[in-house]
Structure formats: C-alpha cells, structure tokens
C-alpha cells in the first residue's frame, strides 16, 4: 500500500474549528492525498464521537485519524476497522473508565492557564485573553484574535465522560508533545503517552502547533501514514 491509499482525518478540540487544521491540509492536499478536517458539535462526548463515526462513515478506505486537545480523548473512542493509525497532537488520552477531566487535571496548571467555567447557558468558553496566554502564545496578534473569533464553545458533558476502552491499546499511536503547552502540562502528555506506548515527538512548540508550528504537526502525521502504509 502507498502513502496516497490512505485517508488523513483531522478532529479539532475545544474552543476551536476545522479551519483550525487549515495550514496542515495544504500540504497533504498538495501531495494528493485525501484529507478531511472532522466537524465536532462539542455538546457532549457521545455527541462527538457520533460526529466522527459519521465522517469516518464518508471516507473511503484506510484512515489515519490524527486529533488535536480534547480530540485525542474522541479519536481514542472510535471502532472503525477502517482506522489504521492515531496521531495525537498535545492531546488529552483518557485510559478505560476515566474522563477528560481525570487527565487534564493530572499535574498542576501552568500559571498563565486560564480558570475556567460554564457560563448561564452551561457552556465554557476560553476568555479571550487565554488565546494570546496560553492556548497559542506563539501565534501572530492576528492569529490569535482569529481563534478567539471562532471559537466554539465546550460542554462539561464532553469532558465528565467516563470512556470505554480505547482504540489506542489495539492500534499504533504516535504523540506530538508540546514542550511549552500552557492548557494541558507537558509531564501530563509525556504520562499519557508513556502508558499509551505511543512513538513520542517531541518539541518546544505551545498547545496549537496545528496553527503555530504546522510543518512540525504535518511531518508526525506523514511518519504515522508511511508507516501505516508499509505496514499493509
């Protein structure tokens, strides 16, 4: 199988879009191969692990699924025989009966981590000021006002989930740690992809190199995908 038979699934996190994953599509559009930028409602946890079923449902053929933040908890909980490959990128990895929440709060914030709430419609949203803070402190002042103006909000239901097992303990997994990620610690990565047995890459990126440091993101994917290819 060659690099161009598989599909490149890409699932955001919270407080973010599929155009979040824009500057790690155009290189893998460039190259011919099949990518697609999954659409999560992030009004629960089961609500978006039908949200990807039903993309994965569009996508013929094998796939690696690659899942940023939050994601990485949503890539885990798919069935798919179809999924070959996961590719976690400063994402959250609940093991069998923990929730998003278990894992996000393993190690002590960072000081610059924004406190975080519902507001009168149950939702959380990321304050405005937390995207130049701490969720992309290496973007441009204009990169960070655009992720703040599209910014979708999360339900508590996404991450108070207990999950089933994870599709991570039956599949190859690669994890992107982010050295200087202010949202989700980086000892708490290097512990969730240790226990994963997952390939770790490591570098001195913040919590949005899909935006920040996109050549970074693009070249752990293509490792994950000529893998995966060589492998069948």
Request: charged share 20%; net charge neutral.
């Amino acid at each position: 199988m060659s690099s161009n038979d598989l599909s490149v699934v890409l699932v955001h996190g919270a407080w973010a879009d599929g155009s979040s994953w824009a500057k790690v599509i155009r290189p893998f559009a460039a190259d011919g191969i099949n990518v697609v930028a999954a659409p999560l409602p992030l009004t629960s946890f089961r609500d978006d692990v039908a949200a990807l079923d039903r993309t994965l449902a569009r996508v013929a053929g094998p796939v690696v699924l690659a899942g940023h933040a939050y994601a990485g908890a949503v890539i885990g909980a798919m069935r798919p025989e179809q999924v070959r490959a996961l590719v976690y990128v400063a994402a959250l990895a609940p093991d069998e009966g923990e929730t998003v929440l278990d894992v996000f709060t393993h190690a002590e914030p960072h000081p610059q981590a924004p406190k975080l709430a519902p507001d009168n419609h149950g939702l959380i949203y990321l304050p405005d000021p937390a995207f130049a803070g701490a969720f992309a402190q290496h973007a441009s002042v204009e990169e960070q006002r655009l992720l703040a103006a599209v910014q979708r909000p999360i339900s508590p239901a996404c991450i108070t989930a207990s999950v089933s097992r994870p599709l991570w303990k039956d599949r190859p997994a690669m994890f992107l740690v982010a050295e200087e990620d202010r949202m989700i610690a980086p000892v708490t990565q290097h512990f969730m992809a240790a226990r994963m047995k997952a390939r770790v890459r490591s570098h001195r990126v913040d919590h949005t190199p899909i935006v920040t440091a996109p050549d970074v993101v693009v070249d752990v994917i293509r490792e994950a995908v000529r893998a995966a290819a060589a492998r069948h």
